[in-house]
């Protein structure tokens, strides 16, 4: 263990940036420190955090299933990456759009916004619609927006070229993944028992789910509109899940030829190559390493990794054999956005001893 990260943390969560936090942290060969702090809620008696608490992992869904599940399909040929999106979804029609590819979507150089201007349609094929019939925001590959739209477009192609629901997809995948115990998951839906044990969040402002908690339902009002799965977000996991996660792809990543696809050496490294896009640090659904990163100052250029409005971020560091989970639920009324960057560059920058 790190004191210097738990008291990060620890201050944290008495300055209410969010009520509960679990950490996984560790090499591939397995974990170093575990631990759950805090509370599910602000709530006075509310109940402890565990190391079986799920969180809704928000962005962290769009590496952990969407980008992994995509490249499952390049391994099986099912998908190329070089493959026109006008290919393989009929309303991506227009001379401005007709280029781009399946790695424009996963690379966020698209074109596309970050978001539709309306509130969210209510099923997949009004969202198809209303993402194909947009302007673009920029021409393609001549810049990097962050996008939840283009990977809800993937979430749809994953589904259409491999034949079985995303989420069916994603179970398929996971199953691989060697978690230490049976109440470690990742689940798009979770279990009555499971969501009694969730990490809690508050619906934004514009959300018709506004006034209640959500207790184990997904919080991006997008993917509750798509009921609960999407290339986006809705995955649920625990620290320990995604620390197992962690340990398939950095093993991947440091050349283990004994991992299988998605996570095989070439595939990860494939996955994780910063972009030629100018001005971007993206890859393949993945961020890597900046100085001005929210994995702090003290990982090597080559980290990657991801974070989620929820308060989640999963980073790893081949390099020095390191990966670092750290799931809070900032988005149960808890700080800012600025207040929870400022954490993570702290409680990254602290492990550099462990």
């Known amino acids: 263990m790190?004191?210097?990260?738990?008291?990060?943390?620890l201050e944290a969560i008495a300055a209410r940036v969010f009520p509960?936090?679990?950490?996984?942290?560790?090499?591939?060969?397995?974990?170093?420190?575990?631990e759950a702090l805090g509370t599910l809620t602000f709530d006075e008696g509310a109940e402890a955090t565990s190391g079986s608490t799920p969180f809704d992992l928000a962005s962290l869904t769009k590496v952990i299933a969407t980008t992994s599940a995509v490249m499952q399909l390049v391994s099986e040929d099912r998908v190329r990456l070089d493959e026109p999106v006008a290919a393989l979804v009929p309303e991506w029609r227009g001379a401005d759009r007709e280029v781009v590819t399946v790695h424009d979507l996963l690379e966020h150089a698209s074109g596309l916004s970050a978001r539709l201007v309306d509130s969210p349609p209510g099923g997949?094929?009004?969202?198809?619609?209303?993402?194909?019939?947009?302007?673009?925001?920029?021409?393609?590959?001549?810049?990097?927006?962050?996008?939840?739209?283009?990977?809800?477009?993937?979430?749809?192609?994953?589904?259409?070229?491999?034949g079985a629901s995303l989420a069916a997809q994603v179970d398929r995948i996971t199953a691989r993944v060697?978690?230490?115990?049976?109440?470690?998951?990742?689940?798009?839906s979770l279990s009555p028992d499971a969501r009694r044990r969730a990490a809690p969040t508050r619906p934004e402002p514009g959300d018709p789910r506004r006034g209640r908690l959500l207790a184990g339902?997904?919080?991006?009002?997008?993917?509750?509109?798509?009921?609960?799965?999407?290339?986006?977000?809705?995955?649920?996991?625990t620290a320990a899940a995604v620390g197992a996660f962690a340990r398939v792809v950095l093993r991947g990543a440091r050349g283990d030829a004994t991992v299988n696809p998605p996570f095989s050496p070439a595939l990860v490294r494939l996955a994780t190559t910063k972009t030629s896009?100018?001005?971007?640090?993206?890859?393949?659904g993945w961020d890597t390493m900046l100085p001005t990163s929210s994995c702090g100052t003290r990982m090597s250029r080559l980290a990657f990794g991801h974070v989620g409005f929820t308060g989640t971020s999963l980073w790893i560091d081949p390099e020095r054999d390191r990966y670092v989970v750290l799931l809070t639920n900032r988005a149960c009324g808890g700080g800012t956005l600025d207040e929870m960057r400022a954490v993570r560059r702290a409680f990254h920058d602290a492990l550099s001893d462990l």
Do not use: K, N, Q
Not at 2 to 9: D, N, P, T
Not at 140 to 148: E, G, H
Not at 277 to 284: F, K, N
């Open 178 to 188: 060697p978690v230490p115990s049976a109440g470690d998951l990742f689940t798009f």
């Open 277 to 284: 896009v100018p001005g971007s640090s993206r890859a393949l």
């Open 124 to 162: 997949r094929r009004e969202f198809e619609h209303d993402i194909c019939a947009m302007p673009l925001e920029y021409p393609p590959r001549t810049r990097s927006i962050y996008s939840d739209l283009g990977f809800i477009l993937l979430g749809f192609l994953v589904a259409d070229r491999g």
């Open 20 to 34: 509960a936090a679990a950490v996984d942290v560790g090499a591939g060969g397995g974990a170093i420190w575990a």
């Open 2 to 9: 790190s004191e210097a990260a738990r008291r990060v943390l």
């Open 217 to 237: 339902e997904v919080h991006d009002d997008y993917a509750a509109a798509l009921g609960g799965v999407a290339g986006h977000a809705g995955l649920f996991g």
